[in-house]
């Protein structure tokens, strides 16, 4: 029997410039709540998950505005987060090593993805229990893909056999995902780190509601996902 146990981490220390909103985008109101509370929620609805650790800047004063006792302890939040998603990361998995064990799982999840489905997170979690490397939800690509030139001419249509569009989270063994992050350079996602140490993680089939939120009218599609579960305020 497994004793490893299964851990969640939210870097949430950015600005979310692209949002065009003058307060960071974790906090943007989503159905009465911050965006994150809804991400965190969603992490934490598979009781196989312990803690979620949330990673914020060092100078955040907005976490504390808001009620979060409904997690009780299975939220802990950790002001060490840096410049990039990648600090934040690494930086975040460093502080919480006094708690986890390196054969615990860790799996990464975006503030920016509230909509994260309970049917998904459980299929990741029984799919990658008993893998080697660990891996990622994601979507097989189904747009046509046309690669442009500087000037927004198209170049070229793509292939899109066997492309995936990565989602989070990602879930990798904690030893292995800080022993990538502290070895390679500013990567957009985990499993580009772990790729480059030369493994193959596995794709899990997500779904195309676990969206991003970007752009001010994707703040509107979760708002409309959400209600369509029956998740209120």
């Known amino acids: 029997m497994t004793s490893e146990r299964y851990y969640g981490l939210i870097p949430a220390a950015g600005a979310g410039e692209r949002m065009g909103q003058p307060r960071p985008k974790q906090y943007l109101d989503l159905l009465g709540r911050p965006m994150l509370h809804h991400s965190v929620k969603a992490l934490l609805a598979?009781?196989?998950?312990?803690?979620?650790f949330v990673v914020l800047a060092p100078a955040d004063r907005e976490f504390k505005q808001y009620p979060w006792g409904e997690f009780g302890g299975r939220l802990a939040p950790l002001y060490c987060?840096?410049?990039?998603?990648?600090?934040?990361?690494?930086n975040g998995l460093v502080a919480a090593s006094s708690t986890v064990e390196p054969e615990d799982w860790m799996l990464v999840h975006d503030a920016a993805r509230p909509c994260l489905g309970r049917r998904e997170l459980q299929r990741m979690l029984d799919e990658l229990a008993a893998d080697e490397i660990g891996g990622i939800l994601g979507v097989p690509v189904a747009d046509t893909l046309k690669r442009a030139d500087p000037v927004a001419r198209i170049q070229a249509t793509e292939s899109r056999e066997n492309l995936w569009q990565a989602q989070t989270p990602q879930?990798?063994?904690?030893?292995l995902l800080l022993?990538?992050?502290?070895?390679?350079a500013k990567l957009s996602d985990e499993a580009g780190a772990v790729e480059a140490m030369g493994l193959k993680p596995k794709l899990v089939q997500g779904s195309a509601e676990n969206l991003k939120v970007t752009y001010a009218e994707d703040l509107q599609l979760a708002q409309t996902i959400l209600t369509s579960r029956g998740n209120q305020a």
């Open 171 to 175: 879930m990798f063994r904690h030893g």
């Open 81 to 90: 987060g840096g410049a990039t998603r990648h600090d934040s990361v690494l």
């Open 179 to 184: 022993q990538a992050l502290g070895r390679t």
């Open 46 to 52: 598979d009781a196989r998950i312990d803690t979620v």
